[in-house]
């Protein structure tokens, strides 16, 4: 670019790069949806076409953005997670949030008459979504992270799903249920599902119970290990660590990305999935 005597200007931008070597989450809310699921006539307490729909954005997300390694999406929120590897945009804040954010809304936008084909978009209810960035400097207050969100998704659920129930099977006034369920724990809540409305909980969709993980499935066979093994002792010693970055980042982009309603505070799904918190591949 020529220089100008306007270039000073350029001094007014302040740095915003995001701690090296921390996880960083990034974390859209869908802005108003109170207002707009009501709108469009969301199912409560779970319409699963607005929840499939938040899903189908997300994985786009995902596509476009091979350095993020896991998504954790419930109600009209997701957060995207980056290793602390990730050199994406220099790890700026801003350029991070925003093509988060903004990508998450196109594809929302673009994919909503797939899931709502009778209800078309309409101003002034259009969706849109904040977003912000934090940086967790280790993998178990990463997994803290998450497990603070999944519970929260299973609280939420719980409740949800038993004031809906006494209003819309018991037929009791939103204030009344909201007046009874006040101070109660989840046992108490079970048990009015349960005596009440012969409803198990434990029975309830994974996805209104856990909320939605998303992530890379990589085969982890013997065969697979065995030959990537082979393929390595292949390659010259003096590979530059540039080259195997990008042989990653090509894995990344080819490998399926998957929708799964699946318990992520205990080990074993990451045990199981140890790509994940490792970033290889
Ligand atoms: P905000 O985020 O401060 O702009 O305000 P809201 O209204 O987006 O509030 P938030 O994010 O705390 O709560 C999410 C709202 O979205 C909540 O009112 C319920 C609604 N919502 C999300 N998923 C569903 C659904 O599957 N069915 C129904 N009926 N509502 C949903
Ligand atoms: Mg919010
Ligand atoms: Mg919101
Ligand atoms: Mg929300
Ligand atoms: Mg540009």
Redesign the pocket.
Known sequence: MANSRFEYVKDFEQPDGLLPNTWIVVRI???????L?NHYQ??????RR??DLMNAAAVEVMKELPDLCIAYGV???FSFVFHPSCQLFERRNAKIVTTIVSTFTAYYIHKWAEFFPSTPLKPPYLPSFDGRAVIYPSSAILRDYMSWRQVDCHINNLYNTTFWTMVQQGGMSNTDAEQELKGTVSSDKNEILFKRFGINYNNEEEIYKKGSVLYRQFELQEPKVAQSEEEGSAVPQAETSRSQQDKLKRLRRKAQVVVDHIDIIKDDFWLRRPWILSGKP
């Not at 809310?29 to 207002?35: A, T, V």
């Open positions: 809310d869908g802005r108003g949806f109170h207002k699921s969301f199912i409560k307490p779970n319409d607005a929840l109600s009209d929120e």
